[in-house]
């Protein structure tokens, strides 16, 4: 059987031969099945990995808040605190004991709030913009506590406590800065939402 040649727009030779129509077309579906499957195992992970930073954030910011409630990490978190002069005016009327319990209240608060996204976006929004300044805070200990390595020359040369203790947070930054923007963006009505 003869191909019938034709010019499409674009001035390129297309062939109206069904034999190689069909083998066009078996190739797209092909391709198209990869990209799809490809699709669908890139959702999958994305779902997974959405799931483990928002309840990993959570139980790091539960765990650590419930920390809060031994002597020992009261006692840890006191030079922190100790050096940082918005914080350390506390110790004035609060214990040791009482600032760290206080503390471990609200961290264990913002974790159940940010838990609570499958039932309450607001909750975990909440939870989430409460984690931002907890994180920000923290991080400054970086600048008003000694935590550069003297025997390394100092800075940029990060101490083991509580230099690199405090660099993890800007990781967890990061995931609660996420994590209120993916509940924000839930919250916005669907017909206004970007894609």
């Known amino acids: 059987m003869k191909a019938t040649?034709?010019?499409?727009?674009?001035?390129?030779?297309?062939?109206?031969?069904?034999?190689?129509?069909?083998?066009?077309?078996?190739?797209?579906?092909?391709?198209?099945?990869?990209?799809?499957?490809?699709?669908?195992?890139?959702?999958?992970?994305?779902?997974?990995?959405?799931?483990?930073?928002?309840?990993?954030?959570?139980?790091?910011?539960?765990?650590?808040?419930?920390?809060?409630?031994?002597?020992?990490?009261?006692?840890?978190?006191?030079?922190?605190?100790g050096h940082r002069p918005l914080m350390a005016w506390m110790y004035h009327f609060l214990s040791v004991r009482q600032f760290s319990d206080g503390l471990g209240v609200v961290e264990v608060a913002i974790a159940v709030l940010i838990a609570l996204r499958p039932w309450s976006a607001k909750a975990s929004a909440l939870g989430s913009a409460l984690a931002v300044p907890m994180f920000l805070t923290t991080l400054s200990f970086l600048f008003s506590t000694p935590g550069w390595e003297p025997s390394l020359g100092g800075f940029p040369a990060l101490s083991?406590?509580?230099?690199?203790?405090?660099?993890?947070?800007?990781?967890?930054?990061?995931?609660?800065?996420?994590?209120?923007?993916?509940s924000i963006t839930y919250l916005v009505p669907s017909d206004t939402q970007i894609n």
């Open 5 to 81: 040649q034709r010019i499409d727009e674009r001035g390129e030779n297309v062939s109206l031969d069904r034999n190689i129509n069909y083998e066009v077309t078996l190739k797209t579906i092909t391709n198209s099945q990869r990209t799809s499957a490809l699709a669908e195992t890139a959702m999958t992970i994305n779902a997974l990995g959405t799931r483990i930073l928002r309840y990993g954030l959570a139980l790091v910011i539960g765990w650590i808040g419930l920390m809060k409630f031994t002597g020992y990490e009261a006692h840890g978190i006191q030079p922190l605190v």
């Open 160 to 182: 083991a406590l509580p230099g690199q203790f405090l660099l993890k947070d800007v990781v967890l930054l990061g995931a609660a800065i996420w994590s209120l923007g993916e």
